[in-house]
């Protein structure tokens, strides 16, 4: 089982003109009444209605490329291009066990759901977690076996031949990324910073071609070159620890990587999370430009820096128009002249819900003081929500935001929760990404603005 939140594999296609694609089929059980096609080219999702008997049929136009099919609230991944005329059936009381494809294209259907099928089986081979606490032989056989089974699979279908390379190197990159991470996460969950790997460990990058074009598509492979850079550029910065990381890192990319296709899709994959506000913002960006050449990236990476700017400590923060339990509207302006603590959560987010007995604690630690405590739950169900409010009596003005796309989530840049902001009694940014309420500094920097 797939749910939508797990990263959709991205993996290199060649792209051709939109043309026709036919796909029709039927939803047994159905959970919603639609299906909803989406994909890294579409700019806006597609959505197909199902009939009465759960049925469905369309003709859309579509590139060559790898996209989502979701229904409810799970996935399937699905690779269409022109020409293809498939009918696509699905029971979900069996999502991922059931999903067939028959017509044009339904091999390399078949064979990725038959895919999602083999990974879930593989989940303790392939689970870091887990195979990292091993010692480095069994590590190395257990990564290994894990390609051995997705090659099998791979190998019994007959496909088109670009798709088949794509998928076979996408094999190939995750066996190398898991290598190339083993010390890390070993470090990690063993708790044994002086851990390292043998000399005679693999060294994943020694032949790793940094200016493969034809593999800019496949985050595995961006993750790989970013991984490699990332340790040039620390190792640059325990040399000598006033150095930007961006910087160091961007140094290393014009060292090594020639081609302006590879430079300009790191650029794409860093700044979406590495490009990150604080007093070195104007280097960071910086950095990071001298990497770019393509101008859709350019365009992309200054309004990542326009964003970010306006969340700079000291400017006034993006303001909400927002309900409670009863139907009250609350914006920011209501609580000026007081410190505010906005939590971003949902009920189904565990981190967000292993915050909770902190945040009631310092919320009774700082009963009485100059300071509003609001919660705001997104990415969630207003039901669900409800429910976990009378169940828990959470403290403070609970919110519901009933759109992800609120401009507040979207201005703060808001990715991932749980999220934190502090703000000063003039509603002025203080930390745009606040410490959490576990963090014993938080208090004392709360109350250093009382």
């Not at 979900?92 to 259907?109: A, R």
């Not at 994959?269 to 280097?283: F, I, Q, T």
């Not at 410190?339 to 945040?359: H, L, N, R, S």
Request: hydrophobic content about 40%; proline content about 2%; aromatic content about 10%.
């Amino acid at each position: 089982m797939k749910i939508i939140l797990t990263l959709f594999l991205a993996a290199t296609v060649s792209i051709c003109n939109a043309q026709n694609v036919i796909l029709s089929g039927k939803i047994t059980n159905p959970k919603s009444d639609s299906i909803m096609i989406s994909g890294d080219n579409l700019k806006k999702s597609i959505i197909i209605y199902l009939n009465k008997d759960g049925s469905f049929s369309d003709t859309m136009k579509l590139k060559r490329d790898y996209y989502k099919i979701t229904h409810g609230d799970e996935f399937t991944d699905a690779f269409l291009k022109p020409d293809d005329k498939l009918y696509f059936t699905l029971d979900t009381k069996m999502f991922d066990e059931s999903v067939k494809y028959k017509g044009v294209g339904e091999n390399e259907n078949n064979y990725l759901a038959q895919k999602i099928l083999l990974e879930e089986k593989l989940e303790i081979l392939d689970n870091m977690t887990v195979i990292c606490r091993y010692d480095e032989t069994e590590f190395l056989k257990t990564v290994d076996s894990a390609a051995i089974l997705k090659t099998e699979l791979l190998k019994g279908f007959v496909l088109d031949k670009e798709f088949a390379a794509a998928e076979k190197k996408d094999i190939e990159f995750a066996r190398l990324d898991n290598i190339a991470s083993y010390e890390m996460y070993h470090r990690y969950i063993t708790h044994d910073n002086e851990f390292k790997v043998s000399e005679s460990y693999p060294d994943v990058f020694k032949n790793l071609n940094f200016n493969d074009e034809s593999s800019v598509q496949n985050e595995r492979y961006l993750k790989l070159l970013s991984d490699y850079f990332t340790k040039q550029a620390f190792k640059q910065i325990r040399e000598d620890s006033t150095q930007n990381f961006l910087m160091e890192f961007s140094n290393a990319v014009l060292e090594r990587v020639q081609s302006a296709l590879v430079r300009n899709s790191l650029v794409s994959l860093v700044a979406e999370d590495g490009l990150k506000r604080g007093d070195d913002l104007k280097v960071s960006y910086a950095a990071l430009k001298k990497l770019v050449s393509d101008k859709d990236v350019q365009v992309s990476l200054d309004e990542k820096y326009a964003l970010l700017s306006k969340l700079q400590k000291g400017n006034t923060s993006p303001d909400f128009s927002l309900q409670d339990i009863k139907g009250k509207t609350f914006s920011l302006s209501d609580f000026k002249g007081k410190v505010v603590y906005i939590d971003v959560w949902a009920t189904w987010c565990g981190p967000c819900k292993a915050e909770m007995p902190f945040m009631k604690k310092i919320q009774e630690d700082l009963k009485g003081k100059n300071i509003a405590f609001i919660g705001i739950c997104t990415w969630d169900k207003q039901e669900s929500w409800k429910k976990y409010l009378e169940e828990n009596k959470l403290q403070g003005t609970q919110l519901f935001a009933p759109d992800k796309e609120i401009p507040f989530l979207k201005e703060y840049d808001i990715k991932g929760i749980p999220h934190f902001i502090l703000l000063d009694k003039e509603g002025k940014i203080i930390e745009a990404d606040a410490a959490r309420p576990s963090d014993p500094q938080l208090k004392k920097l709360i109350e250093s603005l009382l």
